[in-house]
């Protein structure tokens, strides 16, 4: 049974990674969507910022009293 299950999930993981695959060969950009929120485009349209440099800037702002939370 869960040898089934493990051939099952890796087929369809290799299905996945063969759509992308494809995708990027037919694509006229040829390369992988971007996935991350401080260089996708849509993210920087609607004024969505990385959460990283979100946090960095609260961590400026944030007087040494102040609780963590």
Not at 13 to 25: A, H, K
Not at 50 to 55: I, K, L, R
């Amino acid at each position: 049974m869960l040898i089934k299950i493990i051939l099952i999930s890796s087929v369809l993981l290799s299905f996945v990674f063969l759509g992308l695959g494809v995708q990027v060969f037919f694509s006229k950009k040829k390369r992988f969507p971007q996935t991350q929120i401080g260089h996708n485009q849509e993210m920087k349209k609607r004024k969505i910022p990385c959460p990283q440099t979100q946090d960095k800037i609260i961590q400026k702002n944030k007087k040494p009293w102040q609780s963590p939370i």
